[in-house]
């Protein structure tokens, strides 16, 4: 039993209760700071103030907003599937929140005479339990769009499947090598790893950047903000979710950018370590250690603001091709790296050297492969067929449909005048005294 475990193993009940209570209490105003954070951002990229009368530089907004939704009409389609309909929504906001139940926000601490370490709960493979919540999600997505009962959530919440899933696998095989380095699926493990030597975005930056990219398009955020594209005419899976179900769906995807970008903190940037001038002193232990995470924190939620105000959203043919032909296999080739590094540790060449070599190969390879242009598919036209001119003819079997009957021109204006069955009045004839 490592020394984590021995510590959260003797919390009592209370202070677990606290330390729930205060997780929650964390993610959701976060949230709410994202918002903020967000509209501030992105208003002052393109020159307008963002919000700013609600409270003051307008933080209050996002409190406003939330409780104006929550008391919006719920509005449920008649065709929809009652119960897959509720459940939905808080499948996809209850694993956000238990995903971050694994992340460790400090070292040990004295709370209220107790010694414990700030930390939920520390499993052997805490690193599995993100994995699994992540891929736990994907139900909730699945469910909001086949219990709508319109086609056009459904195929949104198709294609955010098929998006979160293949990100997944990606994001799944850039921890391999922090997993191996570390010798551990714990998450206070991994922490305690990077406090030994330097931060493993440095030794693994290859697996940091698929990371970074991977968890951009699992949290379906700009560029890869296909499910919910403003470009068309629906807005993905919860469409036809109102009120407090689609407030729970909105609230899912501010908590899963929180926990991704904690994950990052945890596995890349030394967690709740202070960096390299302050690392081992004073200042590295106690309460310093939740200031040093929340800033990292902050930092990778800057740069998921930043990415929206600044890419234009890719093509979901050229998004799927960026994770199936340059991820996937990038993180192979990666792995098949740090494997060799580690096998051959304490011979001639160095596991450093293999993996700053390989690293700078791997980063030129991706690169490459992602900024050479994809063959666009040729399109099938008709043959142009001339006769003895340059003016182009339709094609020889083409088939005009016939143009549909006018409509009898019966008002107002022509009451006591005979129509024809073509549309048109019927001829004048004359008598002997004149025209009738």
């Known amino acids: 039993m490592t020394p984590t475990e021995a510590l959260l193993v003797d919390d009592p009940l209370w202070l677990i209760i606290v330390k729930v209570v205060v997780i929650f209490v964390f993610l959701m105003v976060m949230t709410l700071f994202m918002i903020w954070m967000e509209r501030r951002v992105v208003g002052r990229m393109q020159q307008r103030p963002g919000p700013n009368r609600v409270g003051p530089f307008g933080l209050l907004q996002s409190l406003a907003d939330g409780l104006k939704l929550a008391f919006k009409e719920d509005i449920?389609?008649?065709?929809?599937?009652?119960?897959?309909?509720?459940?939905?929504?808080?499948?996809?906001?209850?694993?956000?929140?238990?995903?971050?139940?694994?992340?460790?926000?400090?070292?040990?601490?004295?709370?209220?005479?107790?010694?414990?370490?700030?930390?939920?709960?520390?499993?052997?493979?805490?690193?599995?339990?993100?994995?699994?919540?992540?891929?736990?999600?994907?139900?909730?997505?699945?469910?909001?769009?086949?219990?709508?009962?319109s086609p056009y959530p459904l195929l949104g919440s198709l294609r955010s499947a098929a998006q979160v899933i293949s990100y997944e696998i990606a994001l799944g095989m850039s921890i391999v090598a922090v997993v191996l380095y570390s010798g551990s699926l714990s998450t206070a493990d991994i922490v305690a790893a990077q406090s030994r030597q330097w931060w493993f975005v440095f030794l693994l930056f290859p697996s940091f950047a698929v990371f970074c990219v991977s968890m951009v398009g699992e949290t379906n955020r700009a560029p890869f903000d296909l499910p919910e594209a403003e470009s068309e005419l629906v807005g993905g899976f919860h469409t036809e979710y109102s009120s407090l179900k689609f407030a729970l769906f909105f609230l899912a995807e501010y908590v899963n950018m929180v926990t991704v970008s904690a994950m990052a903190t945890t596995l890349?940037?030394?967690?709740?370590?202070?960096?390299?001038?302050?690392?081992?002193?004073?200042?590295?232990?106690?309460?310093?250690?939740?200031?040093?995470?929340?800033?990292?924190?902050?930092?990778?939620?800057?740069?998921?603001?930043?990415?929206?105000?600044?890419?234009?959203?890719?093509?979901?043919?050229?998004?799927?091709?960026?994770?199936?032909?340059?991820?996937?296999?990038?993180?192979?080739?990666?792995?098949?790296?740090?494997?060799?590094?580690?096998?051959?540790?304490?011979?001639?060449?160095?596991?450093?050297?293999?993996?700053?070599?390989?690293?700078?190969?791997?980063?030129?390879?991706?690169?490459?492969?992602?900024?050479?242009?994809?063959?666009?598919?040729?399109?099938?036209?008709?043959?142009?067929?001339?006769?003895?001119?340059?003016?182009?003819?339709?094609?020889?079997?083409?088939?005009?449909?016939?143009?549909?009957?006018?409509?009898?021109?019966?008002?107002?204006?022509?009451?006591?005048?005979?129509?024809?069955?073509?549309?048109?009045?019927?001829?004048?004839?004359?008598?002997?005294?004149?025209?009738?």
């Open 268 to 436: 890349f940037l030394g967690g709740w370590h202070a960096p390299w001038p302050l690392a081992g002193s004073a200042l590295d232990r106690g309460w310093w250690g939740p200031l040093w995470f929340i800033g990292k924190l902050l930092a990778f939620l800057f740069v998921f603001v930043w990415l929206r105000g600044t890419l234009p959203r890719m093509r979901y043919d050229q998004f799927m091709a960026l994770g199936w032909k340059v991820l996937v296999p990038g993180s192979l080739v990666w792995i098949v790296l740090v494997f060799a590094a580690r096998a051959l540790r304490g011979s001639a060449v160095t596991p450093g050297e293999i993996l700053v070599v390989g690293g700078f190969l791997l980063v030129i390879l991706l690169v490459v492969a992602f900024l050479l242009p994809q063959r666009q598919p040729v399109e099938r036209t008709h043959k142009v067929t001339t006769a003895g001119s340059d003016y182009p003819l339709p094609p020889l079997d083409l088939v005009v449909p016939p143009s549909p009957p006018r409509r009898a021109a019966v008002g107002a204006g022509l009451s006591g005048t005979a129509v024809s069955g073509n549309g048109a009045p019927p001829p004048r004839q004359e008598d002997g005294h004149g025209t009738t």
């Open 76 to 149: 449920m389609p008649a065709m929809a599937d009652r119960w897959v309909y509720i459940l939905a929504p808080i499948i996809s906001a209850i694993t956000a929140f238990t995903a971050f139940s694994v992340i460790p926000l400090g070292g040990e601490v004295s709370i209220f005479g107790e010694h414990t370490v700030l930390q939920i709960t520390d499993l052997p493979v805490g690193v599995l339990v993100v994995l699994a919540c992540s891929s736990l999600g994907v139900y909730g997505i699945v469910l909001s769009g086949w219990a709508s009962g």
